[in-house]
């Protein structure tokens, strides 16, 4: 499994990055990070690179591919990886498949890549079908976790991380859920941070492949992609989450009894953090009814979506597709 390093400070982060890696490393830096300077304060090779959701495709692997063989890497090289999800999921994407697999770091810079997307092996681009339709399972060799580095966030950045850490609050720790609700501010302190990356271990752990309970992780993400792809990815993926969770937290009340006190303390909560729970989709019923076809969940029945009997006791069920275009449109 990979090594997760908790560190604080940025000065913490550098100092292991020149102990643990050497001037034959490749260090790939989303361009927002700029400021931070790290090319000056490391000895590895570093180049920034300038991604987001509309760009994460096969042209920006193959950059990378390209970028790769420049700085003429090899398999026992080593890549380290510093950005939010985009760039970590796309850079492991061509690292795994760059002369058949070249060792990676990540150092995730977001509060959402911090939580979820630096862990567990998923890897992967976006093309015409839908979100990370194409990717691989490939684990980082370490995750350097380093808390500082948020304070590099804009506020609204900041909030779509927020999402992934109620989440897995909701599906598997009360604790996290309980104390994101009840703070006056939406600032989470490390020690949640850790808990909210124990909970996705665990459960990856368990189920690498995602044949059974990894799935659960997916909760808000059936409805939240195609918030996603219906607005062109103009709404971000933690946006499209939690409208996605009020959704699913809907379909929940009606298939299994949630209790309404559950979604209303989540309604306060995203009203708390200034976030909208509704979206008027722009495609008609037939074309979201398709865009759910090629979900990586859906087979010939329906889709598998995740809902919630209470807080830490989710089940996953496959509704028919008609059932989930119902509930997104009324």
Request: negative net charge; aromatic residues 10%.
């Amino acid at each position: 499994m990979t090594n997760n390093i908790y560190l604080k400070t940025n000065l913490e982060l550098i100092e292991y990055l020149n102990s643990r890696f050497s001037d034959e490393s490749l260090f790939i830096i989303d361009s927002n990070l700029n400021n931070l300077k790290i090319d000056e304060q490391v000895n590895a090779q570093v180049s920034y690179f300038d991604i987001n959701e509309e760009t994460k495709n096969l042209t920006s692997v193959e950059k990378i591919w390209d970028l790769l063989f420049q700085h003429n890497l090899n398999r026992s090289s080593e890549i380290v990886i510093i950005g939010g999800g985009v760039l970590l999921d796309v850079c492991a994407f061509a690292s795994s498949t760059f002369k058949r697999g070249v060792s990676f770091t990540f150092v995730p810079s977001t509060l959402l890549s911090m939580v979820d997307a630096s862990h567990g092996g998923k890897n992967g681009f976006n093309n015409t079908y839908g979100k990370n339709q194409i990717g691989t399972f490939t684990l980082p060799e370490s995750v350097i976790v380093c808390y500082q580095l948020l304070d590099t966030l804009p506020e609204d950045n900041y909030k779509d991380g927020l999402i992934e850490l109620i989440k897995h609050g909701m599906i598997a720790n009360e604790k996290i859920f309980n104390s994101m609700i009840t703070k006056t501010s939406f600032n989470v302190d490390f020690e949640i941070i850790r808990e909210g990356i124990d909970v996705k271990l665990k459960i990856v752990s368990e189920d690498f492949l995602e044949g059974d309970k990894r799935k659960l992780l997916n909760f808000g993400h059936t409805v939240g992609h195609l918030v996603e792809k219906d607005s062109n990815y103009e709404i971000t993926h933690g946006q499209a989450v939690a409208i996605g969770i009020y959704y699913e937290l809907l379909i929940s009340k009606e298939q299994l009894g949630l209790p309404k006190e559950i979604i209303d303390s989540y309604l306060n909560y995203l009203n708390q953090i200034e976030y909208d729970y509704e979206y008027n989709f722009l495609s008609n019923s037939e074309k979201l009814i398709e865009m759910l076809k090629h979900d990586k969940k859906s087979n010939a029945k329906g889709v598998d979506i995740v809902l919630l009997y209470e807080i830490g006791n989710p089940k996953v069920i496959n509704l028919t597709f008609n059932e989930v275009i119902e509930v997104i449109q009324h």
